[in-house]
């Protein structure tokens, strides 16, 4: 039986996929249809002869430009009433979270908050700002509130952010963008 062999592009595709997936070998396998050992071989350095640098940055860039446009997509879907209609707000957040997540793992950016020295509020309004700022990128501007809901759906045992969604700490949404 002859060894199956792999262009660089599908090696590079895996591994970035794989980093995408914070290094769960299985749902990367099942993600591509390759074999598990082939691409923890891949990800140890092994068998990968001809993925540059180049090649992975040139791949990392068209799923990064993959993923804007699938965030643009829920973003879009999240402001229209028939799309809403059609499927809960919740799934549109979630999978434009998951991408958001995505996006930031790909950039070398983080995708957490990561600094617990931080009072609540400091960190509920960095999270805010980033929310903001990724719609703002997209095209969309929303506002405080509208953030703190998407926040909420995605951590709703969060009772910071009740304060932000019922507009008692609101605050202009330029405003905070700008801190």
Request: net charge neutral; proline share 3%; with cysteine.
């Amino acid at each position: 039986m002859a060894k199956k062999t792999y262009t660089a592009e599908q090696k590079a595709n895996a591994l970035i996929l794989l980093a995408t997936n914070k290094g769960n070998l299985a749902r990367t396998a099942r993600d591509t249809g390759l074999p598990r050992k082939t691409i923890s071989a891949w990800a140890k350095g092994k068998h990968i002869q001809g993925v540059t640098p180049e090649i992975m940055q040139s791949k990392t860039d068209e799923i990064v430009e993959k993923l804007d446009r699938n965030i643009a997509l829920y973003l879009e879907a999240g402001a229209d009433e028939v799309k809403i209609a059609k499927a809960s707000l919740k799934d549109i957040s979630i999978a434009m979270a998951v991408s958001l997540d995505k996006k930031q793992l790909l950039m070398n950016r983080p995708t957490q908050i990561m600094q617990t020295s931080q009072t609540d509020r400091a960190r509920i309004e960095a999270s805010i700002r980033l929310v903001m700022q990724e719609c703002l990128a997209q095209g969309v501007e929303i506002g405080v509130g509208e953030a703190a809901r998407l926040l909420k759906q995605q951590l709703p045992n969060e009772p910071a952010l009740d304060e932000f969604i019922e507009g008692e700490l609101l605050e202009e949404p330029k405003a905070l963008l700008a801190a």
